[in-house]
Structure formats: structure tokens, C-alpha cells
């Protein structure tokens, strides 16, 4: 088997268990947690939209938003849509390394403010992001953010 085989195989039992994770959580009784764990990526899009239009974020900063936007609907991508998991995969690398450049270039109050999710879902974003800090939960910060 090619590595392509194999790489395909890796990421699809690893969606397998993700997916039987959830199912446990859910049978367990701990829907919350399950919810938490499926809304991850519908609320990073809502917070990509949320950003695009917010009136404190420099044009430069909303256009590279769009170009996130067009990559992400565009069918042609680093790796194609076709290949199962693989292909969605290079579209969540570069959302992450969009959102990890606006976190960095001093968006964190701002992110916090417009993350539609749950505190724990934005904990973990700004982690991966390499940005500790408060959370929204002390307050909202009214300064300009400068995404």
C-alpha cells in the first residue's frame, strides 16, 4: 500500500474514533460536552464572519479573511475536496494558521469578544494559537484590538 493508503487509512480511523467519542459522550449522557466538541468549526466560522465585518479590524486584516473565504469555497486546494478526510483536512490547516495570525498580531480581546461558543471551545483556540490570558469572562475589553 502506497502512503497515500496509508495516510488515508491513519486520518479515517481517526475520524472513526472521534465519531465514536461523540456518540459516547452522548450515550453517557454528557451532551454538552458532545455539543462543544461538534460546534468547534461552525464556530470558527461564525467568528471568521464576525471578524470580516467588525469596523475595528484594518482592511488588510479583513482581506486576508476573504482570501480565507475563497480558499475555503474555492474547489481548488492543495489537496482536492476528493480525497476523503485529507482534503478537508488543508482547509482547517489554513483557517488555523489564519486565525493564529490574527491571535498573534494582538487580536485576542477581540476574538474573545465575538467567539460565538462556549468559553472552553476559545480556551483551546487561543492555546493552539500560543496566547494565554483572561477570558471574556473578566470583562469585555472596549480598547481598540487592532486584529
Given at each position: 500500500?502506497?502512503?497515500?493508503?496509508?495516510?488515508?487509512?491513519?486520518?479515517?480511523?481517526?475520524?472513526?474514533?472521534?465519531?465514536?467519542?461523540?456518540?459516547?459522550?452522548?450515550?453517557?449522557?454528557?451532551?454538552?460536552?458532545?455539543?462543544?466538541i461538534a460546534?468547534?468549526?461552525?464556530?470558527?466560522?461564525?467568528?471568521?464572519?464576525?471578524?470580516?465585518?467588525?469596523?475595528?479590524?484594518?482592511?488588510?486584516?479583513?482581506?486576508?479573511?476573504?482570501?480565507?473565504?475563497?480558499y475555503v469555497?474555492?474547489?481548488?486546494?492543495?489537496?482536492?475536496?476528493?480525497?476523503?478526510?485529507?482534503?478537508?483536512l488543508d482547509?482547517?490547516?489554513?483557517?488555523?494558521?489564519?486565525?493564529?495570525?490574527?491571535?498573534?498580531?494582538?487580536?485576542?480581546?477581540?476574538?474573545?469578544?465575538?467567539?460565538?461558543?462556549?468559553?472552553?471551545?476559545?480556551?483551546?483556540?487561543?492555546?493552539?494559537?500560543?496566547?494565554?490570558?483572561?477570558?471574556?469572562?473578566?470583562?469585555?475589553?472596549?480598547?481598540?484590538?487592532?486584529?
Amino acid at each position: 500500500m502506497s502512503w497515500w493508503g496509508w495516510l488515508a487509512l491513519g486520518l479515517g480511523g481517526l475520524l472513526a474514533v472521534w465519531l465514536g467519542f461523540l456518540a459516547s459522550l452522548v450515550a453517557l449522557g454528557r451532551r454538552a460536552e458532545a455539543r462543544v466538541i461538534a460546534t468547534f468549526v461552525p464556530d470558527c466560522l461564525v467568528l471568521v464572519t464576525r471578524l470580516a465585518r467588525d469596523p475595528r479590524v484594518p482592511r488588510r486584516r479583513k482581506l486576508l479573511l476573504l482570501g480565507l473565504a475563497g480558499y475555503v469555497a474555492s474547489p481548488v486546494d492543495l489537496v482536492p475536496d476528493v480525497v476523503p478526510v485529507v482534503g478537508q483536512l488543508d482547509d482547517a490547516v489554513v483557517v488555523a494558521l489564519v486565525l493564529r495570525h490574527l491571535v498573534r498580531a494582538g487580536g485576542a480581546p477581540l476574538l474573545r469578544e465575538l467567539w460565538p461558543g462556549p468559553e472552553r471551545s476559545l480556551t483551546v483556540l487561543l492555546r493552539l494559537a500560543g496566547v494565554a490570558g483572561p477570558s471574556r469572562a473578566d470583562g469585555p475589553q472596549r480598547e481598540r484590538a487592532g486584529v
